[in-house]
């Protein structure tokens, strides 16, 4: 199934990959003028691009495409406010994001909202998944960028997972609580695995 997008979502997701992958790096790095910051930065802002950056972007993808395919109308919409406090944050050595969300229109059933929530945590542990075997085949700074990558959407989906508020977690909870365990479990077990190794 193709994912139909208008331009404005377009527009959305590109900006927010843009904004949340310049804040990582400007985490990573730091601030500086020298050319070597330059060059750090520039390798940092293209690992997080590929690691936070991709997170993010099939997080929202899979929310969009499940439910276009329970038969709701999806759209991404990109939170301006949030994505200003994801840079000016990442200032002071932290990222405070929320960068946006899929709006579902309509009156979504129970199953229809817990399915389409549990598919960003699920595409977030499945990347995770995809680093740290990346983590194991690769060696120097792409094996640390792998384990990155691996840590970082492994917190993702862990996160979006909290069983309350607005988090997706408590959307898939409320519809089955089975799925949501399961779910939750694959996260805890991919931490595991990621501590021994030293990437958490």
Known sequence: MRLAMHPREQRDLVKSWAAISLAFAIVMTGLGFSQAWLLGFLSSLA??????????????????????????????????????????TSLFGIVIAAPGAVLVSGHPTPEQRGKTSMAGPIANLAIAAVFLALFFLLDGWLAKAAGFGSVINTWLGL??????????????????????????????????????????
Do not use: S
Not at 59 to 82: F, I, P, Q, S, W
Not at 166 to 189: I, P, T
């Open 159 to 200: 996160f979006n997972m909290i069983p309350f508020g607005g988090f997706d977690g408590a959307k898939v909870f409320v519809w089955n609580k089975v799925a949501y365990g399961a779910v939750a479990v694959v996260g805890v077990l991919l931490a595991f695995v990621q501590v021994p190794l030293g990437l958490f």
């Open 47 to 88: 690992i997080a691009a590929v690691t936070v950056g991709l997170g993010f972007l099939v997080h929202e993808l899979a929310h969009k495409h499940v439910a276009e395919r329970l038969g709701c109308h999806a759209e991404y919409r990109a939170n301006d406010t949030m994505l200003l406090v994801a840079l000016v």
